[in-house]
């Protein structure tokens, strides 16, 4: 656990070698890795953490201050725990607050692996405006339902990520879990709304950067990360055959390989 200032933040490491720290995206806390740092063996330190309202972590946003930087603040906190410098790995809202921490530039990143990051911002400076428009009104109908009181509102967003039926395949567990955390959720998509930076600020980023995406993943999705590897100089793009947006716990040992190969191949140049 980190205490940072008199707020209480997830951590948790196991193992030792080159350190890859794990962040989970909305509705997930660093639980959501175990099976693939279970794949990877004993040769990397593994942490995980949470972001704000999730896990361990206490939420310190409000509906005044919902900045990114918040989320920003939880994992460099982290970083500074570990005292080193550190291989970032994101999924979903978890990748894209992993960005904005590199290009916040305060902390030492050895590289990044973003999975099914969601900069959606990025769409309209790229120009692809029927996109974007389209998970902008995705988004902002899920909060009206939020606002309405609909306890399932979130079956909207969880379909959007992983295909019609995806939230009413999860354990029931899970979907209580979304739905307490829903409230959570909401500002996590208006921190995500006031992130807008533009493309040319990405090509500052200077860790080798892994962007991964799922065969069958959102074409929002999809194009994102086409963007981002366009934007990102020392950055590749791998697709995932047969996966969507939840490929952690569908594809892990996919996911798992593509960190161990992509850590590996930074760390022989370090």
Same mark, same amino acid.
């Given at each position: 656990m980190v205490e940072y200032p008199d707020r209480r933040i997830d951590y948790r490491e196991q193992g030792s070698g080159p350190t890859i720290l794990f962040v989970p995206g909305s509705w997930s806390t660093g639980a959501?890795?175990?099976?693939? !740092?279970?794949?990877?063996? *004993?040769?990397?330190? %593994?942490?995980?953490?949470s972001l704000l309202g999730y896990g361990d972590t206490e939420e310190r946003r409000t509906p005044d201050d919902i900045s990114i930087e918040r989320e920003i603040d939880v994992v460099e906190a982290v970083i500074q725990r570990t005292n080193s410098a550190v291989h970032l790995v994101g999924h979903s809202w978890g990748a894209t607050v992993c960005l904005a921490t590199v290009l916040? *530039?305060?902390?030492?990143? %050895?590289?990044?692996?973003? !999975?099914? %990051?969601?900069?959606?911002?990025?769409?309209r400076h790229s120009g692809d405006l029927a996109l974007y428009e389209q998970v902008r009104a995705i988004a902002d109908a899920y909060v009206r339902s939020c606002d309405d009181g609909k306890l399932l509102a979130a079956r909207s967003i969880i379909d959007f990520y992983g295909g019609d039926g995806s939230f009413d395949a999860l354990p029931a567990r899970t979907r209580d879990y979304i739905v307490a955390t829903t409230p959570t959720n909401v500002l *996590?998509?208006?921190?995500?709304?006031?992130? *807008?930076?533009?493309? %040319?600020?990405?090509?500052? !980023?200077?860790?080798?950067?892994?962007?991964v995406r799922g065969e069958r993943g959102h074409p929002v999705i999809q194009r994102v990360a086409e963007v981002l590897t366009n934007a990102v100089s020392r950055s590749s793009l791998v697709t995932v055959p047969g996966a969507s947006h939840f490929m952690i716990a569908t594809h892990a040992s996919d996911v798992a390989r593509l960190i161990r190969e992509h850590v590996a191949t930074v760390e022989t140049l370090r």
């Open positions: 959501l890795w175990r099976g693939v !740092i279970a794949l990877l063996g *004993d040769s990397f330190r %593994a942490v995980t953490t916040r *530039d305060r902390t030492k990143i %050895a590289s990044m692996t973003l !999975i099914e %990051a969601t900069p959606f911002n990025l769409l *996590d998509w208006s921190s995500a709304w006031g992130f *807008d930076v533009p493309l %040319a600020a990405y090509a500052g !980023i200077a860790a080798p950067s892994l962007f």
